[in-house]
């Protein structure tokens, strides 16, 4: 059995969903996992036509006209991971982009053309199960070996998304001022910061935000 992971560098979600749990995957004799990026060179995209499934997260980083052509020919079967809904709200940081990119038509047809799809909760199922009805759930997890046995002088409370999560994050705004009046907890804000224009708008808005708690520690990862 050959797995072909198509991902996209630098996405959480496809590290977190896709990269490392496959590269993690306990393997039998002969099977393997190959990784390939538009971000990388030197992979050819053509290493796929002998695959027995490709995988991608929610919009194919490849043209996917290239991939259901593929999958037609080669008979490669496609699973298609959604970790989020297609729907965004009029005020989300990415809603502009998602309209001018048409996004959410992207992933309605990588639903309508995939063999099967795996998503993180039951409302998600459920959103997806009228486009494709062959849909699985695998719920988020973090890997644990990073965290254990290490000892902290606090309990420490860790944001992990990016800028495009600044209103989610803003509806515990109240929560996070009252953590001042917790000393033995720490909020840290560790999610990726991709120092692009957007990115740099809204990180701004959240450090505002949280810096309104002593205990914070404004730290996002940068490229």
């Not at 490849?62 to 298609?80: M, N, P, Q, R, T």
């Not at 000393?183 to 692009?196: F, K």
């Not at 404004?218 to 490229?223: A, E, G, L, N």
Request: neutral net charge.
């Amino acid at each position: 059995m050959k797995i072909v992971v198509l991902y996209k560098e630098g996405s959480g979600s496809d590290f977190h969903r896709l990269t490392n749990p496959y590269k993690k995957m306990k393997l039998d004799k002969g099977d393997s996992v190959l990784f390939i990026s538009p971000e990388v060179k030197n992979v050819p995209l053509e290493m796929l036509k002998d695959a027995d499934f490709v995988v991608y997260s929610r919009i194919c980083p490849f043209e996917i006209s290239i991939i259901e052509e593929w999958k037609s020919v080669y008979g490669f079967k496609l699973v298609v991971d959604f970790d989020d809904y297609w729907e965004l709200y009029p005020h989300h940081a990415l809603y502009k982009s998602w309209e001018i990119s048409k996004a959410k038509q992207a992933m309605l047809h990588s639903l309508a053309i995939a063999d099967v799809v795996t998503v993180t909760t039951e409302l998600l199922r459920d959103k997806v199960y009228p486009f494709n009805k062959n849909v699985y759930i695998l719920p988020n997890a973090l890997e644990p070996e990073p965290y254990k046995e290490k000892k902290f002088d606090k309990i420490n409370v860790i944001y992990t998304g990016g800028e495009s999560h600044y209103f989610d994050l803003k509806t515990i705004s109240s929560t996070i001022v009252r953590m001042n009046e917790l000393p033995d907890m720490r909020l840290i804000i560790a999610g990726y910061h991709n120092q692009t224009e957007l990115s740099l708008k809204f990180w701004q808005k959240i450090e505002n935000m949280v810096i309104k708690n002593k205990n914070c520690v404004f730290k996002p990862r940068v490229p």
